[in-house]
């Protein structure tokens, strides 16, 4: 809702920006807010400029930034413009915890010149009693049980979110991966989607 902040300009209301999204993805919007479509594309062909790490944040590397899967690139630099636009704010309030992601909340404050607090993560919430559900679907507990036989810091959790889009040779290049890796993991996938994939687990 990136635009309220504009509405709360033009009304002269305070205002405090509260993100449901990570310090890191913040980070990742105020990086490709100062980019330029094109010469981007460009230096996205050099193998070397894909491995240079963002400065100050490291390990973030230019090739981790979130560019694929949102359409053409010019409509999603305009929108992270949009949602980094905080000039008017007095603060910023951040699902996250200091201990998770202190090197990107300390890099924001810096940036973006006003308060970045950190307040969750707010998922904690749904466990307490009365606490709304996490989703709108049902939940499936089925992992559970197998989780709990896995070795502790042992299973990759793989979570896309709801926005992101990859293609069927990405998702491929993806489950190969996790299949070679030898490792437990829990993907979460949403229903309906990719069903093909799965069958190259039963090859």
């Not at 980070?27 to 963002?54: G, H, Q």
């Amino acid at each position: 809702m990136y635009f309220c902040e504009a509405a709360a300009k033009e009304f002269n209301l305070p205002s405090v920006i509260f993100s449901t999204s990570s310090a890191t993805i913040q980070v990742c919007y105020c990086v490709l807010s100062k980019l330029n479509a094109e010469k981007f594309l460009i230096d996205m062909t050099d193998p070397e400029m894909k491995e240079k790490m963002l400065e100050g944040l490291y390990p973030l590397r230019y090739k981790d930034l979130p560019t694929s899967g949102f359409g053409p690139l010019e409509p999603l630099l305009d929108m992270c413009r949009e949602v980094v636009n905080t000039k008017t704010a007095s603060a910023i309030i951040i699902n996250t915890a200091n201990c998770l992601e202190s090197s990107s909340l300390s890099w924001l404050q810096q940036e973006l010149g006003i308060f970045v607090y950190s307040l969750g993560p707010l998922h904690i919430t749904t466990s307490l009693p009365g606490g709304p559900g996490p989703s709108l679907l049902q939940e499936d507990m089925s992992c559970v049980e197998w989780l709990n036989k896995q070795k502790p810091r042992s299973v990759i959790y793989i979570s896309l979110g709801s926005k992101a889009h990859m293609e069927t040779k990405e998702m491929l290049e993806m489950s190969w991966g996790l299949s070679n890796s030898k490792q437990p993991f829990l993907w979460v996938i949403r229903p309906g989607i990719f069903n093909t994939i799965f069958s190259i687990f039963y090859m």
